[in-house]
């Protein structure tokens, strides 16, 4: 037998071809450390033990520390994400310096590579089960009743809180593959996006079905707006994507859309849920995490700046799912509009809320501006519709109604307004405001005047037409769920521009975690390892990885580049 048969036969099923240096270890080991997730996990450990009574154990075979660096290699290595693959690198993979660097010390001569896969299995297993929300029998599948009865029984406020550690994991680990230079230099400007992770063995269930699917907590991921899968309708077999979970992904966006971006393109945040159950939250525990309180004296944190995303975040029905908890955290809100919202006005306290924003409410006297985008976008053989340079136009004519704002945004999401013909600026004359020239600032700034006849009504008027100097404080259910921020008007270059670049930044964040030349996040054969807490731990592991191509060595090409000063 020639040796090259005679190591393949040894090796057994023990024979993916991946290999660590110490170096490789020592790589992993310091981003695992980086997220300060060890001493979390040992706590939740000993919280859990405690609950249920149990006094200490021996400890597992390969520490959370380990399997994770372990997990980090394989991912890293572009090998399957298996206790197989992971047994294969440890027993054959591994020179003595590399096993010394990993701290597992064992000898080939007293164990075999089985004995190595089953301490693995446990260890991992027991790490799993402190963070897994939906813990269940994956060897068979469960009936729809048996399904049920295991929901029922289980213990929502335990889910609850094990949802939150996956999350808080999940995100730290992903937050220390970016570098302290990045979080300085970005102005906190992100898009929001979610994107398909397939099940592994992608057997989902009908509704005619008695058995639930072989990952129950998953669902179909539906070519539409929102994704979400309606089991009363009908759905095509081209309309069905596959069975699995929506990530959502937080991914950092350009500072300026007209100047070249100083800093790579990195994914920030993550979460995990079935396709199109709750796509507001879901984005909000993506960005959540970024601005934790707890980072170590001396790094920067990330600011809050523009969060972007598409119509199913923008649009949410109830603002309190999205709108609300991304003001609290600090964001300007830039998002596109359904079809539904163009040209509709909402009365909000004395102001008029028009396509994500606040105008006075003297605009109500000029229909054309309203239906500015509806005439813009009209059918061809409509007599209402416009060219784009109208539109333009008109909407640079609306611009001239808008609140201003001479105070940032609140906590709670509202904002001091001032009436257009009030302050130092006015951009509006109106018979309301006492004004010493009619048509002429002192500035020599033209002022469009208001005729008696457009003065808005009495039932109109609020806090900017009949407080003293015109203020009011913005708030209510429809600025809450319909207001953009940073001036944005919808429809202008400005809005265009920052959209565009932004949407465009999450869209090609996405298609790179997928493509199978790179990570290959859309392929389940690297995830066989079944459980919503072991498919969110892997795609976080995946979008490491992704994070880490763009760091040593690429991330020299970055410093060299834009003469970067980097302390590490």
């Not at 596959?242 to 971006?261: F, I, Q, S």
């Amino acid at each position: 037998m020639v040796e090259t048969q005679r190591i393949v036969s040894k090796k057994g099923i023990f024979d993916t071809p991946v290999f660590a240096t110490a170096h490789d270890v020592a790589s992993s080991r310091h981003y695992v450390l980086q997220s300060e997730v060890l001493d979390m996990l040992k706590q939740w450990e000993q919280d859990d033990r405690k609950q249920a009574g149990l006094r200490g154990a021996r400890g597992a075979f390969a520490s959370t520390e380990q399997m994770l660096t372990l997990l980090l290699i394989l991912v890293r290595k572009e090998a399957p994400l298996t206790m197989t693959a992971a047994t294969s690198l440890v027993y054959y993979g591994m020179e003595q310096n590399a096993r010394d660097e990993l701290g597992l010390i064992f000898s080939e001569q007293s164990v075999t590579a089985q004995q190595i896969y089953d301490r693995l299995y446990r260890s991992f297993h027991r790490f799993m089960k402190v963070i897994d929300p939906y813990p269940m029998q994956r060897r068979c599948l469960m009936t729809k009743a048996e399904f049920d009865a295991l929901n029922e029984a289980a213990d929502q406020q335990r889910r609850a809180i094990m949802l939150e550690r996956c999350r808080t994991l999940m995100n730290r680990m992903l937050l220390a593959t970016i570098p302290r230079w990045v979080r300085r230099r970005s102005d906190g400007n992100v898009a929001v996006d979610g994107t398909f992770v397939a099940a592994y063995g992608q057997q989902g269930t009908k509704k005619r079905s008695q058995y639930v699917a072989i990952e129950p907590y998953a669902g179909f991921y539906v070519r539409s707006e929102d994704h979400f899968y309606d089991p009363n309708a009908k759905h095509s077999k081209s309309d069905i994507k596959g069975w699995g979970w929506e990530a959502t992904l937080a991914v950092l966006g350009t500072n300026d859309p007209h100047r070249e971006m100083t800093f790579p393109q990195l994914i920030a945040g993550i979460n995990l849920t079935t396709p199109g159950a709750a796509p507001g939250p879901s984005a909000i525990h993506s960005v959540r995490y970024m601005h934790r309180e707890d980072y170590r004296p001396g790094d920067e944190r990330f600011k809050a700046g523009i969060l972007a995303g598409d119509r199913i975040y923008g649009n949410t029905p109830k603002p309190e799912n999205f709108q609300i908890p991304a003001r609290a955290l600090g964001y300007d809100l830039l998002f596109d509009l359904k079809e539904e919202y163009w040209g509709k006005t909402y009365p909000t306290g004395g102001a008029i809320m028009l396509e994500g924003n606040a105008y006075s409410p003297a605009i109500m006297a000029y229909p054309k501006l309203i239906s500015a985008t509806i005439d813009y976008y009209a059918d061809d053989d409509s007599e209402e519709r416009i060219d784009s340079e109208t539109y333009q136009n008109r909407l640079q004519q609306r611009a001239k109604f808008l609140v201003k704002f001479h105070t940032a945004q609140r906590s709670d999401g509202s904002r001091q307004g001032i009436c257009p013909a009030s302050g130092p600026n006015p951009t509006l004359h109106c018979p309301l405001r006492a004004f010493f020239n009619t048509t002429v600032s002192d500035k020599g700034k033209t002022l469009l005047p208001i005729a008696k006849k457009n003065v808005p009504s009495e039932e109109l008027r609020g806090g900017l037409c009949n407080n003293t100097g015109g203020t009011m404080v913005l708030r209510g259910d429809a600025w809450d769920k319909h207001a953009l921020g940073g001036y944005f008007q919808f429809g202008t270059p400005k809005w265009h521009s920052y959209y565009s670049s932004l949407r465009q930044r999450g869209e090609s964040a996405n298609a790179t975690a997928k493509d199978s030349a790179s990570v290959a996040l859309a392929s389940p054969e690297r995830r066989r390892i079944r459980g919503y807490a072991a498919a969110f731990l892997f795609s976080t592991l995946m979008l490491m990885h992704l994070n880490l191509n763009l760091d040593p060595p690429m991330s020299w090409v970055w410093l060299r580049r834009f003469n970067v000063e980097v302390r590490l």
